[in-house]
């Protein structure tokens, strides 16, 4: 089995963060993830997956989150409701504990890559909260006295997109990484493992437009990855000859979703 994450067909990484991702394994610490939307972030636990051939467990991170959800929950309306039809096994308290995403990982026979996606999402007291499990890699179930500590240390992928300040102390139990925008060497690679026949032409002119558009000042949301590739998509299949796309800017809401930065790119063709 491999030991060293490298890119994947689908997952173009570029040196300095697959060093990061590997030295994070090496040190058994979390690695914390920031970078502008659409520049891979969640993708890259999929990829640490099927690079290492190990299972990913994904926990989505919402407003509403508590920590104490990705660790284990107690279903005591279950156990009332069985209590009163006298279903049997109602005396079983561990019958109505079912695991979170951390106690899956925790739990599992095989090392696993864990994704805690989004955390700044959630409250402020959501990193601490957690730091003694992702420290000691345990926790305890009070409803039946017993500690659940991890098989196998699992690898931990945090992702954030900065809307709140990550507390110190979690910061400093964690490996960082910043993911830079794609330049456009890395950019046409990462296209071509989506498009590998994609005309040179289209694929030329179609990047030239698209870091123009996020050259200026005034576009608010830059376009991303993802909507790089769903544009190549549309100009393929429509024919769109690509000397035409500086000029014309056709399927322009594919890459710009605001109102007031489509305003500024036909302002700064014009």
Same mark, same amino acid.
């Given at each position: 089995?491999?030991t060293?994450?490298?890119s994947?067909?689908?997952?173009?990484a570029?040196?300095q963060? %697959?060093?990061?991702?590997?030295v $994070?394994?090496? @040190?058994? *610490?979390?690695?914390?993830i920031k970078?502008?939307?659409? !520049?891979? +972030?969640? %993708?890259?636990?999929?990829?640490? $997956?099927?690079? @290492?051939? *190990?299972?990913l467990?994904i926990?989505?991170?919402k407003? !509403?989150? +508590?920590?104490?959800?990705?660790?284990y929950?107690?279903d005591t309306?279950?156990?009332l409701?069985?209590?009163?039809f006298g279903?049997?096994?109602?005396?079983?308290?561990?019958?109505?504990?079912?695991?979170?995403?951390l106690g899956?990982a925790f739990?599992?026979?095989?090392?696993?890559?864990l994704?805690?996606d989004?955390i700044?999402?959630a409250?402020?007291?959501?990193?601490?909260?957690?730091?003694?499990?992702?420290?000691?890699m345990e926790f305890?179930?009070?409803?039946?006295?017993?500690?659940?500590?991890a098989?196998h240390?699992?690898?931990?992928?945090?992702?954030?997109n900065?809307?709140?300040?990550?507390?110190?102390?979690f910061l400093?139990r964690?490996?960082?990484?910043?993911?830079?925008?794609?330049?456009?060497?890395?950019?046409?690679?990462?296209?071509?493992?989506?498009?590998?026949?994609?005309?040179?032409?289209?694929?030329k002119?179609?990047?030239?437009?698209?870091?123009?558009?996020?050259?200026?000042?005034?576009?608010?949301?830059?376009?991303?990855t993802?909507e790089?590739?769903?544009?190549?998509?549309?100009?393929q299949?429509?024919?769109?000859?690509?000397?035409?796309?500086q000029k014309?800017?056709?399927?322009?809401?594919?890459?710009?979703?605001?109102?007031?930065?489509?305003?500024?790119?036909?302002?700064y063709?014009?």
């Amino acid at each position: 089995m491999q030991t060293n994450f490298t890119s994947t067909k689908e997952y173009v990484a570029s040196p300095q963060l %697959m060093a990061s991702v590997n030295v $994070a394994v090496t @040190l058994e *610490k979390p690695l914390l993830i920031k970078g502008e939307p659409g !520049t891979g +972030k969640t %993708m890259l636990a999929k990829a640490i $997956a099927e690079s @290492l051939g *190990k299972k990913l467990i994904i926990w989505n991170i919402k407003s !509403t989150t +508590k920590a104490q959800e990705g660790l284990y929950t107690y279903d005591t309306i279950q156990r009332l409701y069985d209590g009163q039809f006298g279903e049997e096994g109602v005396d079983d308290i561990a019958h109505y504990i079912k695991l979170g995403k951390l106690g899956e990982a925790f739990s599992s026979d095989e090392q696993v890559v864990l994704l805690i996606d989004e955390i700044d999402k959630a409250d402020l007291e959501f990193p601490n909260d957690l730091l003694w499990e992702l420290d000691q890699m345990e926790f305890y179930i009070h409803e039946t006295k017993e500690t659940v500590r991890a098989k196998h240390r699992p690898i931990v992928i945090i992702t954030s997109n900065a809307e709140k300040e990550l507390p110190d102390a979690f910061l400093r139990r964690c490996i960082f990484h910043f993911i830079d925008f794609p330049d456009q060497t890395l950019m046409e690679e990462i296209v071509r493992t989506h498009y590998p026949d994609i005309e040179q032409n289209l694929l030329k002119n179609a990047m030239e437009v698209f870091y123009m558009i996020r050259s200026i000042r005034d576009v608010r949301k830059k376009p991303s990855t993802s909507e790089l590739i769903d544009w190549l998509s549309a100009l393929q299949r429509n024919g769109i000859a690509p000397e035409t796309l500086q000029k014309e800017l056709p399927f322009l809401g594919v890459i710009i979703k605001k109102d007031e930065d489509l305003d500024a790119v036909r302002h700064y063709v014009d």
